[in-house]
Nanobody, 120 residues
Framework: QVQLVESGGGLVQAGGSLRLSCAAS????????MGWHGQPPGKAQGQHRE???????????NYADSVKGRFTISRDNAKNTVYLQMDSLKPEDTAVYYC??????????WGQGTQVTVSS
């Protein structure tokens, strides 16, 4: 069982920055991949969460086209934490951001989500 706790969300003006953190209850060096997914306003909980960024155990990263060049995902294995640095934020980035961990056995774990609101 993997527990994930997100933090760092909030209200920011367009053009501003936020850094999200996702702390895992286990060593993330044992987790196959971790990532961030966004659920835009108007989507009910459990509906499709859009992939924002992922990072594998080996350090490979992948980003949604809409955030390339603005967001950076990183990991600190010593702290069992994954980060999402969000720069040049836009109103359309407004969403609840969920941390996801994909275990080596294929089981996916989700955090509780953190709200990011970008005002114009």
């Amino acid at each position: 069982q993997v527990q994930l706790v997100e933090s760092g969300g909030g209200l920011v003006q367009a053009g501003g920055s936020l850094r999200l953190s996702c702390a895992a209850s286990v060593s993330i060096s044992r987790i196959n991949a971790m990532g961030w997914h966004g659920q835009p306003p108007g989507k009910a909980q459990g509906q499709h969460r859009e992939l924002v960024a992922t990072i594998t155990r080996g350090g490979s990263t992948n980003y949604a086209d809409s955030v390339k060049g603005r967001f950076t995902i990183s990991r600190d294995n010593a702290k069992n934490t994954v980060y999402l640095q969000m720069d040049s934020l836009k109103p359309e980035d407004t969403a609840v951001y969920y941390c996801k961990a994909l275990a080596v056995n294929g089981v996916a774990y989700w955090g509780q989500g953190t709200q990011v609101t970008v005002s114009s």
